[in-house]
């Protein structure tokens, strides 16, 4: 994301300048919570709603891809270093360990210490719904 609140097909041209700002401030927060032992309380995600193709579009950019899609958790009281699942060789579809939106929100749940599988709210009609997925569960890679 660039000044202009924008990631689009100018990412090529722009990233030597934006993704080591990018980094330095994620890890600059991440440190931070660290340092003043807040780490465990917070976790810190960084997550797209959707992947990008794996070539590079006749604009120069990566059109919306759903396929795979990729996320940074820190904090939280996980199980941090390690990658969870992988992509085949061109980032098209997933490989090993496929991750679905549930297991995420199933695991930011636990360490808020919401119980995913049996916590409900009600919809405006008043029906019970839970918060994730009947197949959403934590992770168990980053539960502690």
């Known amino acids: ?50 992947g990008r193709t794996p070539k590079i579009s006749a604009r120069v950019g990566r059109d919306h891809w759903p396929q795979v899609n990729c996320a940074l958790m820190a904090g939280g009281a996980m199980q941090h270093g390690q990658v969870i699942g992988a992509t085949d060789r061109i980032a098209g579809e997933a490989a090993a360990r496929p991750v679905t939106f549930g297991e995420v929100y199933a695991t930011l749940f636990e360490h808020l210490g919401i119980d995913p599988r049996h916590t409900t709210i009600n919809d405006l009609n008043g029906r019970p719904q839970y918060l994730v997925e009947d197949t959403g569960k934590p992770i168990p890679e980053l539960i502690s």
């Open 1 to 50: 994301m660039n000044a202009e609140g924008r990631a689009d097909n100018r990412i090529f041209t722009r990233e030597k300048e934006d993704f080591p700002i990018f980094d330095k401030c994620v890890s600059a927060l991440v440190e931070d919570l660290h340092q003043r032992g807040l780490a465990d309380d917070c976790a810190v995600v960084i997550w797209g709603e959707f």
